[in-house]
């Protein structure tokens, strides 16, 4: 129990540092961010969480321009997302990587992380628009289930209605 709540205190750590990140106030931030980090250690966190923080670590790093740190961080970011296949953090740490090779005059390793991020971007739209055409197929599948249901009704009802008209008769 002692772990879990270290866990949700580096979440909730983490959570904070990612306001004030927002906020432009990375100064303030750093701080809660090496805390997250060491009640990440402390509990043996997993890949994701680590991947996810080093990459708070990257943004920082680029909104001051310390290049050594970005390039540091983001490769123990790209390590980790890699090993777990976690695509949102590696499609975060390509997009730092880019602007940040940007910033340094380097347009041959900017292309090259554009390219990563884009291919990403790509891949996940992809996902989404098949699970759009599916959930649509679904759709028109139980309209057509609901449409052939109406009709054996209404079919029923006229059945029933002219056994009435023929027991009045």
């Known amino acids: 129990e002692k772990n879990n709540n270290k866990r949700r205190l580096a979440f909730s750590?983490?959570?904070?540092?990612?306001?004030?990140?927002?906020?432009?106030?990375?100064?303030?931030?750093?701080?809660f961010l090496k805390k997250?980090?060491?009640?990440?250690?402390?509990?043996?966190?997993?890949?994701?969480?680590?991947?996810?923080?080093y990459n708070d670590y990257?943004?920082?790093?680029?909104?001051?321009?310390?290049?050594?740190?970005?390039?540091?961080?983001?490769?123990?970011?790209?390590?980790?997302s890699n090993k777990i296949s976690y695509q949102q953090q590696k499609?975060?740490?390509?997009?730092?990587l880019y602007t940040a090779f940007d910033q340094i005059g380097k347009p041959d390793s900017a292309l090259k992380y554009y390219k990563l991020a884009t291919n990403i971007k790509e891949n996940n739209y992809?996902?989404?628009?098949?699970?759009?055409?599916?959930?649509?197929?679904?759709?028109?599948?139980?309209s057509q289930k609901e449409l052939e249901e109406k009709?054996?009704?209404?079919?029923?009802?006229?059945?029933?209605?002219?056994q009435y008209i023929l027991i009045a008769v």
């Open 126 to 142: 992809s996902v989404e628009k098949a699970k759009a055409i599916e959930a649509t197929k679904f759709k028109q599948i139980v």
């Open 36 to 53: 997250a980090m060491e009640y990440s250690i402390k509990t043996n966190a997993n890949d994701g969480m680590f991947a996810f923080l």
């Open 58 to 80: 990257v943004q920082i790093y680029l909104a001051k321009k310390q290049y050594d740190s970005i390039f540091f961080y983001a490769q123990k970011s790209l390590t980790l």
């Open 151 to 162: 009709q054996k009704q209404v079919t029923e009802e006229r059945k029933q209605n002219i």
């Open 91 to 96: 499609l975060r740490t390509y997009e730092y």
């Open 13 to 31: 750590i983490a959570t904070l540092a990612e306001n004030y990140i927002a906020k432009g106030e990375n100064d303030i931030a750093l701080p």
